[in-house]
Every structure is written in structure tokens, then in C-alpha cells.
């Protein structure tokens, strides 16, 4: 799928991406004998093909490939740097075999670099997201989500080498660093015009606290852009029951809010840490399909 032909399906109607990954890989105990969840793809791919199709039975549009940390730098630290071509390449295969003739989009996942190296200078981190983003254009993705960035600076430097390196449709996603932090309109407005002025086809919040904080920002979000908005929320923070971790906000919960988003002008929806297949399905019973809102920017 080309750019134009996302945009324009984009413009006619809501679009259900799917739901979290490393949580439903740990509720599954799929994470053992693993280093990276990356890893998964080549090691264990009918692992990530569980999940995978388990979206797609879900009714999601969009399926993330399993790439989010697929990056040389992030690599690095588990000693597979010299196996992301495979991981990539693996990630969109399975993906494909898994979807079969059904008319479903799969994005490559971009997301953060690793804090453990501290600040990395802009050329390293831009390297690193211009290797990731090559591979997903060499084995066709057809757009990437970069998602989970805290950083306006990370953004920059992957929203950039995305842009030069991957012919398809590029979506922004940052996640709050902290409670409220992204509420400052400085830096929400910074936020869209970088994504603007860089090409971004859609922009977005996934992650971070509670989906009710996360669509109090799209209302503002939605204000200050005329671009389609994504709206990937967690289903809020874990905690401990039992010496298990869970997430405490329902799927009902999960589903009004995401409602609400879409009465601001959200037309792309999913769900982050701690959702299952059960939101997705939940969302898509409520969204799919219908009509993308018009805003007045």
C-alpha cells in the first residue's frame, strides 16, 4: 500500500490498529529462553504468529510487526546486532502469512533507543533509525508508526530518517515522560509542528498513564492539528495483586474512552501495555469502519 492510497483510506474511515505485544508475549510465558522480544521472530516465530493472529481475529486494520526495538543500537545489548536484517525481514513475513488475502495494512514498529548508553549524540541515534528504517522498506512494510518517544529531539531523529529512507506512509506516537507533561501546550505545539514540517502522516499519544489522561490530550491535540490523529492508550498502570501485575482499567472502561477520542477527531485507534485481544475486539465492535470525523483547524 502506497502513501496515497493510506491517506485516502484514512480520510473515509476509522482504522482499529491492534493491541500490546511484550505484555500479551509475558502473559503467555513467551518471553523464556528469550533476551529480546525481537528475538522471538526468529527463534520462536509461531510464538509472535499466536499473537499476531490473534489481532487479526480481533478486527484490526493495522498489524504492528514485531520490530519495535529492531534497531542496531538496541541490538547491541543482547549480542544480536548482526541478526537485524532477519528479525525485520522475519517480522513483516509472518505478519503477511498470518494476514493471507485479507485487506490488512502492516506498519513497521519504530520506537526508542535503549537510556542504558545515556544520551546518545543525534547522528548515532539517526543512524540507528536510518538501518531500521531501510530494512522495513527493503522487505515492504507498508507505513511504520513510530511510536513511544518521549523525547522531541529521538523524534526528530527518527521522524527524519524514516522520511529519507521509506517511501510509505510515516504516523508519530510519543508516550509522557511523566503525568501530565505533554498538558503544556509549548510542547505540544512543538511536537506538532515537527511532525508536520517532517512529513508525518498522522500524529498521535500511545502508552503512558490511564486512556482518560491520554484522550484529555488528544482533545488539545486535535485543536492544534488538521492531521489524523492516533489514539493507542494503555490500559492504565500495573499493580501488584498477588504478586502479579495487573492493569486495572477495563474493557468498558477501555472502549469509552476511546469513544470520547473519537468524538474529539481520533480516527486511528489501538491499545498499548497491559491490552489484549478482548479491548481490540471490544473497540472494533464500536469503531470500525465508521466514518472519520471532520475538525475545523
Request: glycine share 6%.
Amino acid at each position: 500500500m502506497d502513501k496515497k492510497e493510506f491517506l485516502n483510506l484514512l480520510s473515509q474511515k476509522v482504522l482499529i490498529a491492534d493491541g500490546a505485544y511484550a505484555t500479551e508475549l509475558q502473559r503467555k510465558n513467551y518471553l523464556i529462553d528469550i533476551k529480546t522480544p525481537e528475538e522471538i521472530n526468529i527463534k520462536y516465530p509461531q510464538r509472535i504468529c499466536d499473537i499476531y493472529c490473534s489481532y487479526i481475529d480481533a478486527g484490526s486494520d493495522i498489524i504492528l510487526a514485531n520490530t519495535f526495538g529492531a534497531n542496531p543500537i538496541n541490538l547491541l545489548r543482547f549480542g544480536l546486532e548482526n541478526k537485524i536484517e532477519p528479525i525485520i525481514c522475519v517480522a513483516i513475513s509472518l505478519a503477511r502469512k498470518c494476514i493471507g488475502k485479507r485487506n490488512i495494512i502492516v506498519a513497521g514498529d519504530i520506537s526508542s533507543l535503549p537510556k542504558s548508553f545515556g544520551r546518545l549524540a543525534f547522528k548515532d541515534s539517526y543512524n540507528a533509525f536510518c538501518a531500521q528504517a531501510k530494512l522495513l522498506e527493503k522487505f515492504k512494510a507498508d507505513i511504520i508508526i513510530i511510536e513511544t518517544i518521549t523525547d522531541l529531539k529521538e523524534l526528530k531523529a527518527a521522524l527524519i530518517a524514516a522520511c529519507e529512507n521509506f517511501s510509505g506512509a510515516i504516523l508519530v506516537s510519543m508516550a509522557f515522560a511523566k503525568k501530565g507533561g505533554m498538558l503544556d501546550l509549548k510542547v505540544m505545539k512543538n511536537y506538532i509542528a515537527l511532525s508536520e514540517s517532517l512529513g508525518a502522516c498522522a500524529i498521535g499519544f500511545n502508552c503512558s498513564f490511564s486512556p482518560a489522561d491520554l484522550c484529555d490530550h488528544v482533545k488539545i491535540l486535535a485543536q492544534n492539528t488538521s492531521l489524523p490523529i492516533l489514539f493507542k492508550p494503555n490500559a492504565g498502570l500495573p499493580v501488584l495483586i498477588d504478586q502479579k501485575l495487573v492493569f486495572p482499567v477495563s474493557i468498558a472502561e477501555f472502549v469509552e474512552e476511546s469513544l470520547r477520542a473519537y468524538s474529539y477527531g481520533a480516527n486511528i485507534f489501538g491499545g498499548c501495555c497491559g491490552t489484549r485481544p478482548e479491548y481490540i475486539k471490544a473497540i472494533a465492535g464500536k469503531l470500525k469502519n465508521k466514518k472519520a470525523l471532520s475538525r475545523k483547524n
